[in-house]
């Protein structure tokens, strides 16, 4: 049971480029989640998913894009990188009511 | 809308010393509450949560947090600090459709 696995964990980028960052997770979670952590703000929900098939906008979704295509994934894409999109991503996945686990983190770096 | 404000960055204690990380929270419904834990690159831990029944909440590694409606808060307690302890921690309240909202953190700094 491997629990939240995010891929890759590091990246760097140019501006401009794309990108796509792939949470998994084999504990059959309904609800997954991605959040950028950033210095002194804490968590940030970008985009979540209340199950396969459904996505819906967090706090901070611009730039960015998601699909949930099967259970176990949610993936979260960047179409045209930013300076400002440098930050550590963290997904998260969770039973309804019960806690979120999270990912180990994607540091990256756009240029 | 629900929000959390953690007073204070950073705190810095002394082995051995009490820990008192601060959280204060704003909610338009009943509240579930959480204290998570970050250790140098790593994702985040759960410490402890607050749902329903009893306001002292007891998690891992010996902390514990008390749910205070009247006061809105839910500050994390430690009666000894450890040098494990070291790490940064989040508080977050639960918004609607099983949402988080976080707190900006505090870095928690062990003095030997």
């Known amino acids: 049971n491997a629990g939240v696995t995010q891929t890759p964990k590091f990246r760097v980028l140019k501006t401009g480029q794309s990108m796509t960052l792939l949470c998994a997770q084999d504990?059959?979670?309904?609800?997954m989640y991605w959040y950028r952590q950033d210095p002194g703000m804490g968590l940030r929900l970008i985009h979540y998913?209340?199950?396969?098939?459904?996505?819906a906008k967090g706090e901070v979704p611009d730039g960015y894009n998601v699909s949930r295509l099967k259970k176990q994934n949610f993936l979260l894409g960047l179409e045209s990188a930013a300076p400002s999109q440098t930050s550590v991503y963290f997904c998260?996945?969770?039973?309804?009511?019960?806690?979120?686990?999270f990912g180990p983190g994607t540091r990256l770096l756009v240029l | 809308a629900q929000s959390v404000t953690q007073l204070g960055s950073h705190v810095s204690v002394s082995e051995g010393a009490l820990v008192l990380l601060r959280c204060n929270y704003s909610?338009?419904?009943?509240?579930?509450l959480f204290w998570y834990v970050q250790y140098p690159n790593q994702g985040l831990q759960l410490l402890l949560k607050?749902?329903?029944?009893?306001?002292l909440v007891k998690g891992i590694n010996g902390f514990e947090a008390e749910f205070k409606k009247s006061e809105t808060s839910f500050h994390l307690t430690k009666p000894s600090a450890h040098m494990s302890d070291a790490a940064e921690y989040f508080c977050?309240?639960?918004?609607?459709?099983?949402?988080?909202?976080f707190g900006q953190g505090t870095r928690l700094t062990i003095n030997p």
């Open positions: 909610s338009s419904v009943p509240p579930y």
């Open positions: 998913s209340v199950g396969e098939g459904t996505t």
């Open positions: 998260a996945s969770m039973i309804a009511g019960e806690t979120q686990y």
């Open positions: 977050a309240v639960s918004g609607g459709a099983q949402k988080l909202v």
């Open positions: 607050y749902t329903t029944g009893a306001t």
């Open positions: 504990m059959n979670h309904e609800y």
